[in-house]
C-alpha cells in the first residue's frame, strides 16, 4: 500500500488554515477556524500561552508538519506519521452527539484517503467513552486505550 500523503488530501492543508469550512454550519452559528482552536486550546490547558499556540501551529502547518480538517465547530489538528498512520488531535466547541458525528465523518475522511491507523492522546478520560462508541459503530477497528505515566491516556485504531 501507498504511503498516506498529506498533499493529496484535498480540503485541508496549509494553504487552507484561514479557509472558512463550515459543513452544515450557517456562518452565524460557526467561528473561524483559529477561535475554535484558541477556545478549545485554552479550556484543555487554562494556562496555555496562546500566542506560543499559536505561533508553534502556524509554523507547523507553514512546514507541512500539520494539516487541518475541520468539520462544522471541530477542528482536528492532523500529523502525519509516515507510511498510513497519523496522529490526530480535536478542538471542539460542539456538545458530544456533534462531536460524535464529526469523529464519524473524519475517521471516513481519512480512510477514503489512505490512512489505516490512528493515533491520539487526551488528558481526559471522556474520550474513553467516544472511542468506545467509535468502536460500536466500526469506526474504530481494535482500538486500544493505554494510561501514560503522566496520567495522559494514548488512543490507538485502525481504520
Do not use: S, W
Given at each position: 500500500m501507498a504511503d498516506f500523503n498529506p498533499q493529496e488530501m484535498g480540503s485541508f492543508g496549509p494553504a487552507d488554515f484561514n479557509k472558512q469550512e463550515m459543513g452544515d454550519l450557517s456562518p452565524a452559528e460557526?467561528?473561524?477556524t483559529m477561535e475554535i482552536l484558541i477556545e478549545s486550546a485554552k479550556r484543555e490547558q487554562p494556562d496555555v500561552d496562546v500566542a506560543k499556540f499559536i505561533a508553534d501551529m502556524v509554523t507547523s502547518i507553514k512546514a507541512n508538519e500539520l494539516f487541518l480538517l475541520r468539520?462544522?465547530?471541530?477542528?482536528?489538528?492532523?500529523?502525519?506519521?509516515?507510511?498510513?498512520s497519523i496522529e490526530f488531535h480535536t478542538a471542539t466547541i460542539e456538545d458530544p452527539q456533534a462531536l460524535m458525528e464529526r469523529f464519524h465523518v473524519a475517521a471516513k475522511t481519512l480512510k477514503d484517503l489512505g490512512c489505516t491507523h490512528v493515533v491520539s492522546y487526551s488528558n481526559d478520560a471522556k474520550?474513553?467513552?467516544?472511542?468506545?462508541m467509535m468502536a460500536m459503530k466500526g469506526d474504530f477497528i481494535r482500538p486500544?486505550?493505554?494510561?501514560?505515566?503522566n496520567g495522559a491516556y494514548q488512543f490507538e485504531a485502525d481504520l
Open positions: 460557526g467561528k473561524q468539520l462544522g465547530n471541530t477542528v482536528f489538528v492532523l500529523r502525519p506519521l509516515g507510511g498510513t474520550y474513553l467513552r467516544l472511542v468506545k486500544t486505550v493505554t494510561q501514560l505515566e
